[in-house]
């Protein structure tokens, strides 16, 4: 199974899809989020994973815009705890490190080490996995690099110092997309409960998101996340992203969706999956 993800090998990405379908898949990596998204729908893969949010950075807004652009499903989803190391080619000791590259993200979960480290410097670079990537091909002088143990392993580096990021509770959840009607390839026996994710738009008036929302509400469903993004053609309205938790044909569900299509503009199921863990 060829599974497309942004960024290079041994990104966090890669990792997800390792938890999500194991080493029999083969990982595709691409520069973009949109060139993810077009391999997929183009069928030169045969499913996608995604960043869609973490626990400190927030929501990854391009892919939830892409979301509404291609017509996928969800069928998975997981959550990698992200641990950020320090990296350098063998032979180089922590004491000969002066620059660390990686990701602008992942730079700003490591503070408190470049606030105890001052020699170190730090260098935005576009990928974690690819910082690694270029310190080992180039070996510029005092270069490290900050990324996961997967990166470290898959281009022969070391790991100088292990969890140097700010807050251990940095979790970053992905999904799995697969091209809508395509059997899905997760085992999804499990104890996790069940969760549908939606995107729906209401009309500019008041009331609207409250009669929205009062369909999920009035059948004691656990709406676990919300998300607005603008709606393009139409300044100042805007479209919602749903995770609750149930699954899309339970009674209560199909019934709130029903009620939902009735007072939305729009509205479209993305998908049913076990819940991560």
Known sequence: MRVAFQGELG?????????????????????????????????????????????????????????????????????????????????????????AYSHPVAIDQCLEFFARHKRVERESFYDTAGAVKMIMAERPAGGAAIASELAAKMYKARILKRGIEDDRQNYTRFFLLERAGSKAR?????????????VFSTRNMPGALFRALSALALRDLNLVKIESRPLRGKPWEYLFYLDLLGKRDDAAVKNALAHLAEVADFLRVLGSYRAGV
């Open 11 to 99: 990104a966090f990405s890669q990792q997800a899809i390792l938890q999500l379908l194991g080493a029999k898949a083969r990982s595709v990596p691409h520069a973009r989020f949109d060139q993810v998204f077009a391999a997929l729908d183009k069928g030169s893969v045969d499913a996608a994973a995604i960043p869609i949010e973490n626990t400190l950075h927030g929501s990854v807004y391009a892919n939830y815009d892409l979301l509404l652009k291609y017509d996928f499903t969800i069928t998975a989803e997981t959550n990698v705890r992200i641990v950020l190391n320090l990296i350098a080619p063998p032979g180089m000791s922590f004491g000969q490190v002066r620059k």
């Open 186 to 198: 997760v085992n999804r026996s499990g104890q996790s409960p069940w969760k549908t994710s939606l």
